[in-house]
């Protein structure tokens, strides 16, 4: 990890801080629980309109239609392009 100075002493590293959201995310084949991660000071709209392909969701369970845990996850990385919606489900955990 790097740390640079400017002239003000404000400082600039490689590492993005981000806070965790509990979100509910619906696919067009899928309802996926689980931790989207947001840029400290940004919104979690800010992350979705990322150009990026993948959105990644930490802590994550695919829903069936009953609601029940059909899979579980650490990690699980969803294509931004099959997002129908998203609902976030409780404050950001600092």
Do not use: C
Not at 38 to 66: C, N, Y
């Amino acid at each position: 990890m790097t740390i640079e100075y400017d002239e003000k002493g404000k400082f600039f590293t490689d590492v993005v801080s981000k806070v965790a959201v509990h979100a509910a995310v619906q696919t067009t084949a899928q309802l996926i629980s689980g931790n989207v991660h947001v840029r400290r000071g940004e919104r979690l709209k800010d992350e979705l309109d990322r150009d990026e392909l993948f959105l990644a969701i930490t802590d994550a369970s695919i829903l069936g239609p009953d609601g029940k845990v059909l899979f579980a996850a650490p990690f699980l990385a969803v294509q931004r392009s099959q997002i129908v919606w998203v609902m976030p489900d409780k404050e950001p955990q600092e």
